[in-house]
């Protein structure tokens, strides 16, 4: 593999015809020298790996024979990366900002502190009637897992992402990780992605108890990881009331499921989280939730 300014990474598993449209969509930025790209199939059944090797051999392709999880993958790709940045996109996303390469390597330059950015997202199976915003960077929390760039000399200062998570909660591991090294994540609105999902009826899909499972013992498992002692029973215990006012009390028991499993996984994963536990102090804590809050959604203002 060359090595280029930017690599682009995606990490998918049977979803070829999102995948083919979001490499149509970044076609311009992959004829660039300055880009190289990496995928990684994560034990796809559909031919995805096929395809991309036979239609796209100017991509380094990896493949997990069998599905290892996202986290793991992201992983993966991170650790082949021989650029000075990595840009993660999910393979249901594409970029509508024409020139974003441009805007993060001169916002990266500009700011030195900045270790990853976040984009700006627009979450809908079509593209926004209108474009316009007048949001500007700053400095948040954390960020979305599919739609970043890390300035890859801040990724290499940082553990790996926690594969055990399996799916959610990764960047905010990373963030707080960040953040123990004075390592600044930014948001660049001026970036601007679309993310093909409809929101509304993924609460329909067949995974909608996996995937609630999974994002509450990613949130608890954080808490224990990072949080001081004193603050973890109160918000423990907040989030669980939360899901049970607004899910299970109007009648979606799938939640009560998802909440029932998540407490039981945090329990096996104890022995994990006494070996990677890094807290903040309280004082960290304390400038940590002063920063602004994690930019995942944008809608167009008129």
Request: proline share 4%.
């Amino acid at each position: 593999m060359n090595l280029s300014k930017f690599t682009i990474l995606i990490t998918t598993k049977n979803r070829l015809n999102d995948l083919i449209f979001t490499i149509q969509k970044i076609n311009f930025l992959l004829q660039n020298e300055a880009v190289s790209c990496i995928i990684c199939d994560d034990g796809s059944t559909d031919g995805t790996f096929e395809y991309i090797k036979e239609h796209h051999p100017n991509i380094h392709l990896i493949r997990n024979e069998k599905s290892k999880g996202l986290i793991y993958s992201r992983n993966k790709l991170l650790q082949l990366t021989q650029s000075e940045f990595a840009i993660s996109i999910d393979d249901d996303l594409h970029f509508i900002t024409s020139n974003p390469l441009e805007l993060i390597a001169d916002y990266f330059d500009q700011n030195p502190k900045c270790g990853l950015i976040g984009f700006r997202i627009f979450w809908s199976t079509s593209e926004p009637t209108s474009t316009i915003t007048n949001e500007q960077p700053h400095r948040m929390q954390s960020f979305a897992g599919g739609a970043n760039v890390w300035r890859m000399s801040a990724w290499h200062q940082i553990p790996d992402y926690p594969a055990w998570f399996v799916f959610h909660g990764e960047e905010d591991f990373a963030a707080y990780e960040l953040f123990k090294k004075q390592i600044e994540v930014h948001y660049l609105p001026s970036v601007l992605v679309n993310h093909r999902v409809d929101l509304k009826a993924r609460k329909k899909n067949a995974d909608y108890t996996l995937r609630l499972r999974r994002s509450l013992r990613s949130g608890w498992n954080l808490f224990f990881l990072f949080f001081p002692l004193q603050k973890i029973p109160r918000l423990l215990v907040y989030t669980i009331w939360m899901q049970l006012k607004i899910k299970v009390f109007k009648g979606d028991f799938k939640a009560l499921l998802a909440i029932i499993y998540a407490l039981f996984d945090c329990i096996v994963f104890i022995p994990k989280i006494i070996k990677y536990k890094n807290r903040l102090t309280t004082k960290e804590y304390d400038e940590f939730q002063k920063l602004d809050t994690t930019k995942l959604y944008w809608k167009p203002e008129n």
